[in-house]
């Protein structure tokens, strides 16, 4: 006689069940997005979302049962996207030309319609709403954080701080770039310069930043004549 096991294993239907409830959370979240960018924040409600989503209130509801945790897991859904985004880029050549073109994919995101108007209307939320606040911190943190790290692979030498003043230069720019080139018609081609500008400067700062050894430390200087 076989001894049962404490848990049976999935069935085909189980696991079809579970892939369909993945399904309608990643699309709820996706049309939940698409309102905040296009609606605002003001008009983000349930049956709006559920109207984008095409499905009914009570599923949104059951994901999510209230306003301010669907934005929340908006917010988680987003880190996760550029969390993925940066280790791709992080990890190209080591980690160092990544830097510049994670840099550029940054700024380039950040001045898109749909990401331009998605964080505008998550900073004024997060003015007024601690619990957003604190989403929006550690959205940050965290990807400072990979930032930081992958700096210290790239230049081994570079003092963790350094390495987080960086990362968090990176960040700044890459979000002033939304209020500055995504509210009015501006060149792409001058988005492409300043681009390429913090890239070298974002490189520039890391290289320096790692102590130098010295060489013929026992030579004697030359004096002046």
Same mark, same amino acid.
């Given at each position: ?35 905040? $960018? ?8 349930? +049956?709006?979302? !559920?109207?984008?989503? /095409? =499905? %009914? ?77 604190? $989403? ?8 400072? +954080?990979?930032? !930081?790290?992958?700096? /210290? =692979? %790239? ?71």
């Amino acid at each position: 006689m076989k001894e049962r096991s404490g848990r049976s294993a999935p069935t085909p239907t189980r696991r079809r069940r579970t892939a369909e409830s993945g399904d309608t959370r990643s699309e709820i979240l996706r049309a939940a997005r698409h309102v905040l $960018a296009s609606a605002g924040y003001a008009r983000l409600s349930m +049956r709006a979302v !559920a109207r984008e989503a /095409r =499905v %009914a209130v009570g599923n949104v509801v059951y994901y999510f049962p209230t306003k301010r945790s669907l934005v929340h897991a908006v917010i988680l859904a987003l880190l996760e996207h550029y969390k993925i985004n940066a280790q791709a880029y992080l990890h190209n050549a080591g980690g160092k030309t990544g830097f510049a073109e994670l840099l550029r994919w940054y700024m380039g995101d950040s001045v898109s319609r749909d990401s331009s108007s998605v964080f505008r209307e998550l900073w004024v939320m997060a003015l007024h709403d601690p619990a957003i606040a604190r $989403a929006m911190d550690r959205f940050y943190d965290e990807l400072h +954080r990979l930032a !930081a790290a992958r700096l /210290r =692979v %790239a230049w081994p030498e570079l003092s963790r701080q350094r390495a987080h003043d960086i990362a968090q230069l990176l960040g700044t720019i890459s979000e002033g770039t939304n209020p500055i080139y995504a509210t009015a018609p501006r060149s792409g081609r001058s988005l492409a310069r300043v681009a390429r500008l913090s890239g070298e400067l974002l490189m520039h700062a890391a290289a320096t930043g790692a102590p130098q050894r010295q060489v013929g430390r026992g030579r004697r200087k030359t004096r002046a004549r």
